[in-house]
Nanobody
Framework: QVQLVESGGGLVQPGGSLKLSCAAS????????MKWYRQAPGKQRELVAA???????NYADSVKGRFTISRDNAKNTVYLQMNSLKPEDTAVYYC?????????????WGQGTQVTVSS
């Protein structure tokens, strides 16, 4: 079992920055792929950024060059540094831990943290 707790959301002006954190507990953090999703009102949840257990990173086209995902396995924490924020980045951001080996799949979610980009 993995528990995920996000923090760092808030209200920021367009062009500003925020850094989200997701602290994990309860299992072997380093084995999991860690992902950030977001869901805006009336829209489907979308993948924003991901980092594999081996450190390979991927980003949605809409955030490339602006967002950076990183993980600190010693602290069981994954981060999302968000720069040059736009109003369209407004959403609830969710942390996800994913592990799959053969038939075994583990998929955990945090409670979400609100990010609002507005002047």
């Amino acid at each position: 079992q993995v528990q995920l707790v996000e923090s760092g959301g808030g209200l920021v002006q367009p062009g500003g920055s925020l850094k989200l954190s997701c602290a994990a507990s309860g299992s072997i953090f380093s084995m999991y792929a860690m992902k950030w999703y977001r869901q805006a009102p009336g829209k489907q949840r979308e993948l924003v950024a991901a980092v594999t257990s081996g450190g390979v990173k991927n980003y949605a086209d809409s955030v490339k060059g602006r967002f950076t995902i990183s993980r600190d396995n010693a602290k069981n924490t994954v981060y999302l540094q968000m720069n040059s924020l736009k109003p369209e980045d407004t959403a609830v951001y969710y942390c996800n831990a994913y592990f799959k080996v053969g038939a075994l799949t583990q998929d955990y979610w945090g409670q979400g943290t609100q990010v609002t980009v507005s002047s």
